[in-house]
């Protein structure tokens, strides 16, 4: 029933590995995204895709790479993880881009803790 | 960009009273929502108000737009609506429904 998933919730790494978060949504929304939050809890956009194309494209360094396989999955891989990445990473989706429809749902979060 | 301010910054009420939370934000947006970030971290949708008024239960929110702020009324508080309240506005300069958060309010509501 959960209408937007990530996986895995908390993600306890070294610094330098490279790791994945998968994020899919049921709702048949044709639009996704990626938040990060900070220690301060800041929440600032990353990413966003429409049909699986990219939309935004935040000042995020190129280590971190969203692929959208289809509409219903947007997943974020990250290389060489630093200490600074450690947050806590947030998937959305809404309906579309369009005026009435962009209300956006948060997925649970997924810890990342970067040692 | 956009500027998004809340206040106040933090909150302590004891159980049964009633808060206004404030949005200010700093040129038009398309989109406003308003979030409830619970203690366990996950970011509940309350309201999506770019203007006028909507009631969700004890919850009500109001947005005027040509003044550039929003309101969030919690009446008969519980303890179960301590969290972090995030206001997040889209400026709308292109059809990417960007959301920009603002730095939150800090709800702790004592029995």
């Known amino acids: 029933d959960t209408a937007v998933s990530q996986t895995p919730k908390y993600l306890v790494t070294q610094m330098g590995n490279d790791k994945s978060i998968k994020c899919e949504q049921n709702l048949g929304h044709d639009t996704m995204y990626w938040y990060k939050q900070d220690s301060k809890k800041f929440l600032k956009i990353m990413f966003s895709y429409n049909n699986k194309e990219l939309i935004i494209n935040e000042t995020v360094p190129n280590r971190f790479s969203p692929k959208s396989p289809d509409k219903a999955h947007l997943n974020l891989h990250i290389n060489s993880l630093e200490l600074g990445d450690s947050a806590v990473y947030f998937c959305?989706?809404?309906?579309?881009?369009?005026?009435?429809?962009?209300?956006?749902?948060f997925g649970p979060g997924t810890r990342l803790l970067v040692l | 960009g956009i500027q998004v301010e809340q206040s106040p910054p933090d909150l302590i009420l004891q159980e049964g009273a009633n808060s206004t939370l404030r949005c200010n934000f700093s040129?038009?947006?398309?989109?406003l929502q308003w979030f409830h970030q619970n203690p366990w971290g996950q970011l509940i949708n309350l309201f999506y108000i770019p203007s006028g008024t909507k009631q969700n239960g004890r919850l009500s929110a109001t947005t005027v737009a040509t003044e550039r702020y929003s309101l969030l009324y919690i009446s008969s508080s519980q303890t179960t609506d301590s969290g972090v309240y995030f206001c997040a506005v889209d400026p709308g300069s292109g059809a990417t429904n960007k959301l920009i958060f603002g730095t939150g309010t800090l709800l702790a509501v004592q029995p």
């Open positions: 959305a989706s809404s309906q579309d881009l369009a005026v009435g429809r962009e209300t956006q749902y």
């Open positions: 040129d038009s947006v398309n989109n």
